[in-house]
Every structure is written in structure tokens, then in C-alpha cells.
Nanobody
Framework: QVQLVESGGGLVQPGGSLRLSCAAS????????MGWYRQAPGKQRELVAT???????NYGDSLKDRFTISRDYAENTAYLQMNSLKPEDTAVYYC?????????????????WGPGTQVTVSS
């Protein structure tokens, strides 16, 4: 199995910055894509950003100018740098990873979610 652990959430004032981290561990053969999603109270989970093994990034609407996703391939870790935070960015942020799992005798696909980290933007 693959475990994802997020860190870096917290309380920040409007206009501030936070950097989230997501570390993947387990019997990982390869990670094809890592990403961040968020869910605010009463709303559906939405895409924040993803990054593929090849470095291709994809962002949710209107987030690319403030958020940057990056990845440390050697450490199976993804980062989300969030700048100019707004109260509407308040949500639980979830890490997601898709790839291939190494099990005895074979490789199988996986898709895992982290438990989430709270980001609150408030004065």
C-alpha cells in the first residue's frame, strides 16, 4: 500500500503564504502523477493542481497565478506553494498520488489520498 502524509497547513492572514508538503511512502514502483485537491465546507472537492512524472502541471481555475506545484522525484514528495492567500482559499487540502505499486511478483496500479490538512485564511 501507499501512504500519503501532508504537512504545512495552518492559519494565515489574507495575503500571506503557506507551503504544503506531501510525502508518499510504501512499495512504490513509480508515481505517475501527484496533486492537490481541496474541499471547503458545504462544497465539492475541487482540483487545485497536479504534476505528472514528466513535469506537466495543471491548475484549477484562477489558481495558477497564485499557486505553484512542484515535486521532488527522488523523495516522492510534492509541494504546493500558495501565495496571496484569500479567505476563499480556506479548505481542507488533500494530496493525491497515482502510480504503480510493487507487489510480490507483479506491478499493479494505485491511487491514494492523504488524510488532508486544514488551511484557514483569516484575519
Amino acid at each position: 500500500q501507499v501512504q500519503l502524509v501532508e504537512s504545512g497547513g495552518g492559519l494565515v492572514q489574507p495575503g500571506g503564504s503557506l507551503r504544503l508538503s506531501c510525502a508518499a511512502s510504501g512499495n512504490i514502483f513509480s508515481i505517475l502523477k501527484m496533486g492537490w485537491y481541496r474541499q471547503a465546507p458545504g462544497k465539492q472537492r475541487e482540483l487545485v493542481a497536479t504534476i505528472t512524472r514528466g513535469g506537466t502541471t495543471n491548475y484549477g481555475d484562477s489558481l495558477k497565478d497564485r499557486f505553484t506545484i512542484s515535486r521532488d522525484y527522488a523523495e516522492n514528495t510534492a509541494y504546493l506553494q500558495m501565495n496571496s492567500l484569500k479567505p476563499e482559499d480556506t479548505a481542507v487540502y488533500y494530496c493525491n498520488a497515482e502510480g504503480e505499486l510493487l507487489q510480490t511478483g507483479h506491478i499493479s496500479p494505485f491511487r491514494s489520498w492523504g488524510p488532508g490538512t486544514q488551511v484557514t485564511v483569516s484575519s
